[in-house]
């Protein structure tokens, strides 16, 4: 079959999947796709549009630099198929999103975990150094000694844990 043959109007849906459109052909096309509301035809309207813009893209490029009216025509036709691309790029960038949001707070609430285990460790073994050293009769000043060493704190900071300790505040 010729394709130059073909009479334009009746044969628009063949001659589009040609690489040999003209100008007024591909704006006529582009109108009557536009047209097309019915679910079923829009989506064949859809995949011949689709072909004839890949087989005639630089149709295509001069008419969307010549003026707005290929742009305007494409997105209207497309609009329904961009929307669905963007609201499925936001869902993904959404469930990206809160995955690394939930990764960070389960880390926050691990580290918390950990150090809260941490002091809990340290305080069980300041009260049994507090407990033995006294046991063998330690001084409150040779026990705040060993505890600044083992805990790597001031003797300040020692003394204080034995106060806390001798007060009741230290309970485990």
């Given at each position: 079959?010729?394709?130059?043959?073909?009479?334009?109007?009746?044969?628009?849906?063949?001659?589009?999947?040609?690489?040999h459109?003209?100008?007024?052909?591909?704006?006529?096309?582009?109108?009557?796709?536009?047209?097309?509301?019915?679910?079923?035809?829009?989506?064949?309207?859809?995949?011949?549009?689709?072909?004839?813009?890949?087989?005639?893209?630089?149709l295509?490029?001069?008419?969307?630099?010549?003026?707005?009216?290929?742009?305007?025509?494409?997105?209207?036709?497309?609009?329904?198929?961009?929307?669905?691309?963007?609201?499925?790029?936001?869902?993904?960038?959404?469930?990206?999103?809160?995955?690394?949001?939930?990764?960070?707070?389960?880390?926050?609430?691990q580290?918390?975990?950990?150090?809260?285990?941490e002091?809990?460790?340290?305080?069980?073994?300041?009260?049994?150094?507090i407990?033995?050293?006294?046991?063998?009769?330690?001084?409150?000043?040779?026990?705040?000694?060993?505890?600044?060493?083992?805990?790597?704190?001031?003797?300040?900071?020692?003394?204080?844990?034995?106060?806390?300790?001798?007060?009741?505040?230290?309970?485990?």
């Amino acid at each position: 079959m010729v394709y130059r043959e073909l009479d334009a109007e009746s044969h628009m849906w063949l001659k589009a999947l040609s690489g040999h459109m003209k100008k007024q052909e591909m704006l006529d096309f582009l109108e009557k796709v536009s047209e097309i509301t019915e679910q079923g035809k829009r989506e064949f309207a859809d995949s011949v549009l689709e072909v004839s813009v890949r087989a005639n893209i630089e149709l295509v490029e001069l008419l969307r630099k010549e003026d707005g009216i290929m742009s305007e025509a494409l997105m209207e036709i497309f609009a329904p198929e961009i929307k669905k691309i963007v609201e499925i790029q936001v869902e993904e960038r959404v469930k990206r999103a809160e995955k690394q949001v939930q990764e960070r707070v389960e880390k926050q609430v691990q580290e918390r975990v950990e150090k809260q285990v941490e002091e809990i460790t340290d305080k069980k073994r300041i009260v049994q150094l507090i407990v033995t050293a006294r046991r063998y009769g330690a001084s409150n000043k040779q026990i705040a000694d060993d505890i600044s060493v083992q805990f790597a704190c001031s003797e300040e900071a020692a003394e204080e844990k034995i106060k806390e300790y001798d007060e009741g505040l230290i309970i485990v």
